[in-house]
């Protein structure tokens, strides 16, 4: 999940009229965006947008079906459980529509990926675009530099950090506003999840009603325990949302390094990411 993750999709029309630079997608029941594509011109895979992975992966449950697709050589990929061991392929090819295919790509074998889905791809596919994902639509849409936006939307500056991306977001607790940056991270199915240095020196613990716990798998099997709770307020850009689930990690301090905003938040808005000139635009639904 937050480790390096991958790229993939397959050519479908959902019944609507796809532009040439145009994607299609749907969701599942976690609002993972899930974009259908072709690899090799052989095999047909549903893969999720993950705004927080720059690898393509498939899953190992996957692989078994794929026959295009040989995975002859290793490698090691971060997590958040820590560094794993794993094998990928190299030189494949991806056609998401008629008009947009990719190739010499890589592509990374892993345990987990979305619910209904064969692996992942990131942003950094379409790294000479701009990207919006429009919720409304159910639409990818790649658009160049140049173009204009519109002022219907919110501008946000947007932190890139090895292919990850973080916007500036306020929680109300108490009387208090406290930011702190917050990974997009649309693999995630949560609300607000955060690091263990902002929980332990906002005492999070104590602030909150723990409503439950669980355990949070990472997409190569390692557990790591949350609690859960309700947030009066979270602040993005000028959007103020109410009643969030917020979670964060029991155990040693410092393990969990970001926080991080999921689906149940991002699939609010419908998203721009300007990721040459550091912005993301935001209009609310």
């Not at 993750?5 to 040439?20: H, K, M, N």
């Not at 899953?59 to 094998?87: H, P, Q």
């Not at 149940?264 to 721009?272: E, G, L």
């Amino acid at each position: 999940m937050f480790g390096h993750i991958a790229l993939f999709l397959s050519i479908i029309s959902f019944g609507r009229v796809v532009g040439q630079d145009t994607i299609p997608f749907s969701l599942n029941s976690d609002n993972n965006i899930i974009i259908k594509g072709v690899v090799n011109d052989v095999d047909s895979l549903d893969l999720m947008l993950h705004t927080a992975a720059n690898v393509f992966t498939i899953t190992k449950e996957s692989a078994l079906r794929i026959k295009s697709v040989r995975f002859e050589n290793k490698d090691s990929i971060d997590s958040w459980g820590g560094n794993n061991e794993t094998v990928f392929s190299k030189n494949n090819t991806l056609k998401l529509t008629d008009e947009i295919s990719f190739d010499s790509l890589h592509i990374w074998q892993n345990d987990y990926s979305g619910k209904t889905t064969d692996g992942k791809i990131g942003l950094n596919l379409f790294a000479d675009k701009v990207v919006e994902i429009n919720f409304e639509k159910q639409i990818v849409v790649l658009k160049n530099v140049t173009d204009k936006i519109s002022k219907d939307n919110r501008t946000v500056k947007l932190y890139a950090q090895n292919d990850l991306y973080f916007v500036e977001g306020g929680l109300l607790i108490g009387s208090d506003t406290i930011a702190n940056k917050y990974l997009i991270h649309s693999g995630y199915a949560g609300g607000i999840l955060l690091d263990d240095e902002f929980s332990s020196k906002n005492n999070i613990a104590q602030k909150i009603e723990i409503t439950n716990e669980q355990d949070l798998k990472d997409s190569y099997g390692n557990i790591l325990k949350t609690y859960n709770g309700t947030l009066n307020q979270f602040i993005l850009g000028n959007n103020c949302i109410e009643k969030c689930e917020i979670s964060f990690f029991s155990g040693s301090i410092g393990k969990q390094k970001m926080s991080v905003i999921g689906t149940a938040i991002i699939s609010k808005f419908n998203w721009i990411f300007d990721i040459k000139n550091n912005l993301v635009y935001l209009r609310r639904i």
